[in-house]
Structures are given as C-alpha cells and as structure tokens.
C-alpha cells in the first residue's frame, strides 16, 4: 500500500515534504565514491545512505517555504551539522561493510 495514495491525500504533493539530512548525508556519500573509500554498487550506496540518515534525528521542512526556527540554507551549512553528517555515513559505512547486500 502506498499512503500518498490514499483518496484523502492524492492532492497533496508530499515529495515537497524533504528530509533535512539527505543533502548533508549524500554530499559525504558522494566524496567517499569519488575517493574510492566505499563500495559504488547501489546496494552498498543505498544502505549506506539509509542508515545514515536513521541514525540522525528527525528533520523535516516543506520545499520552498521556511521553517520557523531554521531556514534550510543555515541548517545546511552549519558546521555542527555536517559533522554529524559525516559521523553518521562512517558509522554506517562501518556497518555496511561487515554484511553488503551486494
Ligand atoms: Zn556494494
């Protein structure tokens, strides 16, 4: 079943809906493939991201609207934050590594 789906919902364009973390998370994601630091395979990549991303606390904001206590520009380029990003993709590399799906 797919909510988004749901006769209730279908007028509402949920992809607005953005997880804050997702561009910190895949921008280290994307520095490990290009250094050659983390298998490329979309099993590992996928799983490296996913894990990463849980391992964070929740974060949200609507695509073009801002949100009241953080705009997504000084989320996105706080240097706390991006540490955490960063921390959070090692670790799950880490996992990823010792059981690849691929
Ligand atoms: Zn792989």
């Given at each position: 079943m797919?909510?988004?789906n749901l006769p209730a919902l279908t007028r509402y364009d949920f992809s607005r809906v953005r997880?804050?973390?997702e561009p910190l998370v895949l921008e280290v994601v994307a520095g490990l493939i290009q250094r050659w630091?983390?298998?490329d395979c979309q099993d590992c990549v996928l799983d490296v991201t996913a894990l990463a991303l849980s391992s964070l606390p929740a974060k949200y904001w609507v695509l073009d609207k801002y949100d009241v206590l953080t705009t997504p520009d000084s989320f996105l380029t706080d240097a706390n934050n991006k540490r955490l990003a960063e921390e959070s993709v090692l670790r799950a590399l880490r996992l990823v590594e010792k059981n690849p799906h691929h």
């Open positions: 797919d909510p988004v997880n804050m973390w630091e983390m298998c």
